[in-house]
């Protein structure tokens, strides 16, 4: 056999035992992201817009939301934040105490079991009622 051949029949069993040997990569979630824009409008001129969101970065879920416009003036405004995890509500949502456009999250939710499905709920409450709720997609994690 030439030296060249040989050099490539040991290049090749170098491959073979790497892909042997190397572990499988870690299966990714898949879906989540945003969902769509819902609105609140308390007049033509001043509307409020929520989306929520949602990933999974292994071993958390990061819910989180945008708002944008602005609340009516004098307005009580509340956002709160639920997951649900495998069908289940989780207790205790984030509140934000605000109606101020802006980016909010993400936060970091570990999730027991280590598979299964989520969605994130936002609701706009206005002055105690809720006014709005936009729902993030579902995210499967491995």
């Known amino acids: 056999m ?4 040989k050099g490539m029949v040991a290049a090749l069993a ?3 035992a790497v892909s042997v040997v190397a572990p499988a990569p870690a299966h990714a979630a898949s879906g ?5 824009r819902v609105s ?8 409020l817009y929520v989306t929520s969101c949602i990933s999974y970065q292994n071993p958390h ?7 944008e416009g602005s609340a009516a003036s004098g307005s009580n405004c509340l ?9 289940s509500a989780v207790s205790g949502g984030r509140h934000v105490a605000t109606c101020v456009a ?9 999730v027991n079991p280590p598979s299964g499905s989520a969605q994130a ?6 002055n105690g009622s809720e006014a709005v709720v936009s729902y993030s997609p579902y995210v499967y994690f491995p």
């Open 79 to 87: 956002v709160v934040q639920q997951l649900t995890i495998n069908g």
């Open 121 to 126: 709920r936002i609701s706009i409450q206005i």
């Open 61 to 67: 879920l990061k819910p989180d939301f945008y708002i």
């Open 14 to 16: 170098a491959v073979l």
């Open 32 to 36: 989540g992201g945003c969902g769509p």
């Open 102 to 110: 802006g980016h909010y999250g993400p936060w970091n939710y570990a």
């Open 2 to 5: 030439s030296r060249l051949f």
């Open 40 to 47: 609140w409008h308390f007049s033509q001129s001043t509307v």
